[in-house]
């Protein structure tokens, strides 16, 4: 429908171009090419026989020019100098392919126009005047006066339709371009639905897919918090049937052998076949009692045998000597004391199956554990004697397997009551991400249902934009044929008379008839208003030909009305809302915000824009690591010799995001150490702690001690303090400020030897006045104790340090490593001389400063401790200040 004027707007143009020019039997050159161009156009169309053929005849062409005469002379202004039209003399736009051939076939025919057919077109008083001119009689002037009236009046009407035609045509194509315009935002408006539509649709399948894989890792979650559960209740019991076995075994145990002295039973050392080594009893009632206890306690009771017998075995092989020398007995290399063992175990390359056969032998090994320790009579092959270790030492180790076993039974509850936290948390983080998803997926029916209701209005205006589209074109199309009859209509009229004036020749005289003149189209200058009303524009033309002399021409300047349509209104919209949530914590999710439209845009005003935008967000992963600080600078040495280090650190930025992780305070991704002052110590002169140093000696007084030990002991710690430079900061002499040092003594329970004080003197009394307690290792208390004289008694500017000697391992580990990790955490640097084999280094490093290295010293016996390079080796690593 659109293929004519909109599609082709030089169609229109062209008409009326060739109906405004000169008749087509004149010999201007405008005239022919016009009518050259159009049939060069549409030759193709008229071949087809488009066209309409035949000719009116002459009663019908006199009935046509008299309803014109009647119809239009009204329309037509009154003065031709004030033409009401709108302001745009450009060239019309609008028209259609069969006009034009119709237009083309009129122009063809005129072509041929005789006097008769001229005369056929024009009023009856003009016909009858032509009649007697040309018969002699009547008067060729006052003929010349009625034809220029006939052709002025064709040619106000030629100019005004002209005008007006092309008005309407620049209306017309505004207006269906602004509908075009609202037609394609409709449809545009309607593809941004449909594709959001998609992406809610998308997400609410998304949200429930991953609902679904949500709760069946809630499910596995909390299946597995019930397993744990249940065997940590299991475990749970297990340890509180054993709790009164312990301490039944220990008080038989003491009562022949206890702190106060006695005789110790019998030991035997035995080499199970899985290459390790247990201790046991001689007696067969104390192992029958022994196996009565769970495996994991039994194996606490062997460890506490085991290091009773090792701290005072000095007059007799070493253990790895005696377990060399089974070895040897039994036929296997002193290189490979587990030979037997590793023979059963399958290559490595049999991968996964090591495990698997690990496990068996593990199994296997307790099973001939248990059996071995319940025989009546022990293997001799498979056993032999060992010394046994003094009462008050078999007493104190008894003492802390018995707290050991409380301490497993308080740490299971620590414990379980830890994973039961941490399974309420988890399974309460998997609940609300659920409850989240359920939203995300109700809210994303909500919008979805919505963009349902609001794809609907859509789908309506798009069809009310494509009607109006329509209904603008078929108006547009029968405004240009009303335009092309009315201007033919004109034009033909024009034609008529110049034909009768052809026809009379030289009867009618030069620059009497006002068709002589030939004249340009109407330029217009610009209006006085932009739109509204009162819009003024003056039109003007020239003369292109006219006769040398007498010449009548028409009026060559005129004023008309322009911009007669109503001003352009913008649409105008309200301020964008703030942004929504986003629809996901993490993990990539979307967030909108809106606005409204206040008023839409008019008369070809600035449409509004989008009512609601859409962006990504929170696109970091949703388990996320933490952020970590660049490397600080290295620090001091932490010694002047003997090897110290030095460190650095990086700070956390931001914590880690759900899952994520983050290295520990002492992980290498975090701190770092490299050696530094390598160079040994000098010995001579020896040299002195000259540091700022609160110092508290924690010395253990328990059975394990010994008088003997505890006299070595006491001497180191006063070997230390006689190496150590004591004092206050004294203002008045400026003296700087030196070490202070206390004691606490610790046996089954712990008390303040010597207060902290800046006088030597002070503090080796108090030292000399420890004594022996046979007893418990209480070691926990006496941290505890330590922690409470800094805290009421330790100077600002002076490192506190805590140093704790002992050959044996706490009464309760759990209890200690409380204590450790408070002092450790308020900025106590604690230390730790360890006195022979009785002590688990490896849990001591976990209780001690960091690094271990410099904060735990290993003696192997007593008398080493009188030596000066421990005392040398204890304060390079406190002092960082030797002189």
């Given amino acids: 429908m659109l293929r004519g004027w909109r599609s082709k707007p030089w169609l229109l143009l062209a008409a009326i171009l060739a109906i405004q020019g000169e008749c087509p039997e004149s010999a201007a050159s405008t005239g022919i090419a016009q009518r050259d161009v159009l049939a060069q156009r549409h030759n193709s169309l008229a071949a087809k026989g488009v066209h309409r053929g035949g000719r009116r005849g002459a009663a019908a062409r006199l009935r046509h020019h008299a309803r014109y005469s009647r119809s239009k002379r009204a329309q037509v202004p009154a003065h031709r100098h004030e033409l009401d039209h709108p302001k745009s003399v450009r060239g019309h736009k609008h028209g259609s392919g069969t006009a034009l051939i119709q237009q083309q076939r009129r122009i063809e025919m005129k072509s041929e126009m005789s ?55 620049e209306q017309l194509q505004r207006e269906v371009g602004n509908a075009r315009t609202l037609l394609h935002n409709a449809e545009r408006s309607v593809t941004q639905l449909q594709d959001r539509m998609q992406n809610l649709q998308s997400g609410v399948d998304r949200s429930l897919a991953e609902l679904e894989t949500l709760r069946d890792q809630y499910k596995r979650h909390q299946m597995s918090c019930q397993q744990n559960q249940q065997r940590d209740e299991a475990a749970l019991r297990q340890l509180s049937a054993d709790l009164p076995l312990a301490r039944s075994l220990v008080s038989n145990l003491t009562q022949t052998c206890g702190f106060s002295g006695g005789t110790a039973p019998a030991f035997f050392e035995c080499s199970l076949p899985d290459g390790s080594y247990v201790v046991t009893f001689a007696d067969e009632t104390l192992r029958s009692q022994v196996g009565q206890l769970s495996g994991l306690v039994e194996r606490l009771l062997a460890l506490q045998l085991e290091r009773s017998v090792r701290s005072h075995i000095a007059n007799t092989p070493s253990l790895l000597q005696m377990r060399v020398r089974e070895h040897r007995l039994r036929g296997h290399h002193p290189s490979t004391p587990h030979g037997l063992h590793q023979q059963a175990l399958p290559h490595r390359s049999q991968g996964k199956n090591v495990s698997n056969s690990h496990h068996r032998l593990q199994h296997l090994s307790l099973i001939q554990r248990r059996q071995l320790l319940t025989k009546r009579t022990l293997p001799t092959d498979m056993c032999t004697s060992t010394a046994s270790p003094p009462c008050e030492n078999f007493a104190d180790n008894l003492a802390t397997f018995s707290g050991g076993v409380e301490d497993l039974a308080d740490e299971l509850k620590m414990r379980m009551q830890a994973e039961a936290d941490s399974c309420r948390t988890s399974l309460g983080q998997y609940e609300m991400r659920i409850q989240d998803l359920k939203r995300q997926s109700d809210d994303g029916g909500v919008a979805l249902a919505n963009a349902v209701a609001e794809q609907s209005d859509l789908e309506s ?372 001389v360890l006195v022979g084999p009785g002590v688990s280094h490896h849990a001591v490093e976990r209780w001690a400063s960091w690094p271990a290295q410099e904060n735990v010293v290993v003696v192997h016996s007593f008398a080493a401790l009188r030596e000066q390079a421990i005392v040398t080796s204890l304060l390079a690593n406190l002092c960082p200040s030797l002189e």
């Fill in 115 to 169: 006097v008769g057919e001229a005369l056929a077109q024009l009023p009856v008083h003009v016909n009858e005047m032509f009649t007697q001119v040309q018969q002699g009689g009547g008067s060729t002037s006052d003929f010349m006066d009625a034809l220029n009236e006939v052709y002025r009046r064709a040619l106000d009407a030629s100019d005004a339709w002209t005008l007006k035609c092309r008005d309407q045509g």
């Fill in 461 to 832: 205006s798009r069809r009310v934009r494509r009607e109006q589209v329509e209904d603008l074109s078929s108006e547009a199309k029968q405004s240009s044929d009303q335009c092309s009859q009315e201007l033919e209509a004109a034009r033909t009229s024009m034609c008529s008379a110049k034909a009768l004036v052809r026809d009379l020749g030289d009867v009618v005289s030069t620059g009497a008839f006002l068709g002589d003149c030939v004249i340009t189209d109407w330029v217009g200058g610009p209006c006085s208003q932009p739109c509204g009303t009162g819009g003024v524009q003056n039109v003007t033309r020239r003369v292109i030909h006219a006769p040398a002399t007498d010449r009548l021409c028409p009026a060559l300047e005129a004023t008309r009305k322009c911009n007669e349509k109503p001003c352009p209104v913008d649409g105008l919209m309200s301020r964008w809302d703030e942004w929504s949530e986003c629809s996901q914590a993490c993990g990539g999710g979307t967030r909108t915000r809106h606005r409204s439209v206040i008023r839409h845009a008019e008369h070809g005003g600035v449409p509004t824009g989008e009512t609601m935008q859409e962006q990504l967000c929170n696109m970091h992963p949703c388990d996320q690591d933490c952020a970590l600080s660049d490397w600080t600078s290295w620090s001091m040495c932490s010694k002047n010799c003997s090897g110290g280090h030095r460190i650095r650190f990086r700070h956390v930025l931001r914590q880690p995001v759900g899952n994520g992780g983050c290295p520990a305070d002492n992980d290498p991704e975090r701190r770092q150490a490299a050696p530094c002052n390598a160079d040994a110590c000098q010995t001579s002169p020896a040299p002195q702690c000259a540091s700022p140093l609160d110092v508290i000696m924690a010395v253990d007084t328990s059975g394990s001690m010994g008088s003997a030990g505890l006299t070595d002991a006491k001497q180191f710690a006063e070997a230390v303090a006689t190496r150590t430079q004591f004092g206050d900061a004294d203002v008045a002499t400026g003296a700087p400020a030196l070490a202070r040092m206390g004691v606490v003594q610790f046996g089954a329970s712990a008390a303040v030897a010597q207060a902290l004080t800046a006088d030597k003197t002070e503090f080796s009394a108090g030292l000399a006045a420890i004594t022996w307690q046979p007893s418990e290792t209480n070691m926990g208390e006496a941290l505890a104790v330590a922690s409470d004289m800094l805290d009421h008694h330790g100077r600002a500017r002076s490192q506190p340090v805590v140093v704790v000697i002992t050959d044996g391992m706490p009464m309760s580990a759990y209890v200690l490593s409380t204590e450790a990790d408070k002092l450790r955490q308020s900025g106590v640097r604690l230390t730790f």
